[in-house]
């Protein structure tokens, strides 16, 4: 996969990095439709709110519940944390438009998961092979923080569109609380499943989830992730595709 090689130290903020308001009148393309939210989901006020202001800020950006995106029979789930302003929320594809998404998909690209250019918006080609995205949290959160009711009301979500793809038995969690949400979509149970980079939990149905730090901005600009600590997590994934 080709895309522009991310920097050992990255920008602190997005006006560091240059982030223009470009306009998104692409529709992404959803994975698995079926499984989605509408795009004024009214579930949760506080995430209404935020949407509703956006909208009226930014009216281009795509400010709705951002799709799953991949491989409808991927092998793999990976389950990130919520959209983020400038990425996702504006884009409309996962980790689509910020950093974040450049590591993961640079990443992805190494280990044959990702296939096309990424271009950090959604009509740049990129694709998936043998693995899916989906997050905890479909809307944007402030400060990227959505609240424990928030992530309860969305998990219905998670589990719908996890259960939709059959074929994944082998699950990575970015963060915490994408933890948290995968293990209880899973059937696990959290006091025995404790979330630790690289730590693997086998679900009651012998469905696997591995941990990792998520790939935000500044855990890769404070060495909390590093490119090697991230590929052997893929890597290990790899491994276990055989084994469930």
């Given at each position: ?10 920008p602190e903020?997005?006006?560091?990095a240059?982030?223009?308001?470009v306009t ?16 004024d ?10 949407r ?30 919520a ?22 998909y ?21 694709a ?41 038995r ?75």
């Amino acid at each position: 996969m080709d895309s522009t090689p991310y920097t050992t130290e990255l920008p602190e903020t997005d006006d560091e990095a240059g982030a223009v308001d470009v306009t998104t009148v692409f529709a992404p393309v959803a994975a698995l439709p079926e499984t989605e939210p509408s795009r004024d989901c009214p579930l949760c006020p506080r995430l209404v709110g935020v949407r509703e202001q956006l909208r009226a800020e930014f009216p281009t950006w795509w400010n709705a519940p951002v799709p799953a995106f991949g491989d409808p029979a991927a092998w793999l789930g990976i389950i990130g944390l919520a959209p983020g302003k400038h990425g996702a929320n504006r884009t409309g594809r996962a980790f689509t438009g910020d950093y974040a998404g450049q590591f993961l998909y640079e990443t992805l690209g190494r280990f044959g998961l990702a296939t096309g250019t990424y271009g950090a918006k959604a009509e740049d080609g990129l694709a998936l092979d043998g693995a899916i995205i989906l997050n905890a949290v479909k809307c944007l959160p402030p400060e990227n923080k959505p609240t424990p009711e928030e992530i309860r009301t969305c998990r219905p979500f998670l589990e719908t569109q996890a259960d939709a793809v059959p074929t994944a038995r082998v699950f990575v969690a970015l963060g915490h609380i994408a933890h948290q949400s995968a293990v209880k979509m899973l059937g696990g149970r959290l006091p025995k499943a404790r979330f630790a980079h690289g730590a693997e939990h086998v679900m009651p149905d012998g469905r696997i989830l591995i941990d990792s730090f998520h790939c935000s901005r500044y855990n890769v600009n404070t060495g909390v992730l590093t490119a090697a600590m991230f590929d052997a997590v893929f890597a290990r994934a790899l491994a276990l595709r055989e084994t469930v």
